[in-house]
């Protein structure tokens, strides 16, 4: 697709996995505004649990290939989606972008080896995070933290100080990436609005970074199936 000027518009395949909350679709609408400014057409599929299990029934994960991005969205119920992040995570193509929101930033994390830990007070609204030095804010729904260890498989981005509900302080990770791997965490909800900054940045960041699909030429599969 060309825009006005006849310029070839970039196009990303984007895969939204909602693991049942009102997430997903603040994620869709995210990628759309980002689309607007950024000029990438996204072309967002949403999927829910149970088409990843029908998909991991039916096939050997390449229908997964295809997708620049696939991102897990936040969920109100801990330990939801254990098989289907499974899949995703032993499926998912070295040149495709892994994004976890939430939710979906703790089994990421938990995939490469670090369990979350319950805090001592639910965060919610508005909140401030350690950015590269500087205080940014992002939207927070959540009750568990990802500890940061010395010694973990994440690399920092942002943190912030928290109290933990079996005691004692410690940093957690508001916004990861998996040492070699493009993989990345968000333990906020910046798609709903307050810190959509961060997550245009981090979506800036990866459209500039992205190689080409070196599977390209395979079969598309129907997401219609």
Not at 192 to 204: A, C, P, S
Request: hydrophobic fraction near 25%; include cysteine; glycine fraction near 10%.
């Amino acid at each position: 697709m060309s825009d006005k000027k006849g310029t070839k518009k970039v196009s990303k395949k984007v895969l939204i996995v909602d693991y049942g909350s009102k997430s997903a679709e603040n994620l869709a609408k995210m990628y759309e505004q980002h689309g607007v400014r950024s000029g990438i057409e996204y072309k967002i599929e949403i999927k829910k649990e149970k088409d990843l299990l029908k998909l991991k029934e039916g096939g050997n994960g390449k229908q997964l290939h295809d997708y620049h991005i696939i991102h897990q969205s936040g969920s109100r119920v801990r330990n939801l989606g254990e098989e289907a992040v499974k899949y995703l995570m032993e499926n998912v193509h070295e040149d495709t972008y892994m994004i976890g929101t939430c939710h979906g930033a703790q089994e990421i994390a938990k995939h490469h080896g670090v369990e979350s830990k319950k805090l001592k007070e639910s965060q919610k609204g508005k909140q401030e995070i350690n950015y590269d030095g500087q205080k940014r804010s992002i939207h927070k729904n959540h009750r568990w933290g990802i500890p940061v260890a010395s010694n973990s498989k994440l690399e920092v981005i942002a943190t912030s100080e928290q109290e933990f509900h079996e005691g004692g302080t410690g940093k957690i990770y508001e916004i990861f990436k998996v040492k070699g791997k493009n993989h990345y965490g968000i333990q906020g909800h910046g798609e709903q609005g307050i810190g959509k900054d961060l997550m245009y940045e981090l979506l800036d960041k990866l459209s500039t970074q992205q190689k080409p699909k070196k599977h390209s030429q395979e079969k598309k599969y129907n997401s219609t199936q």
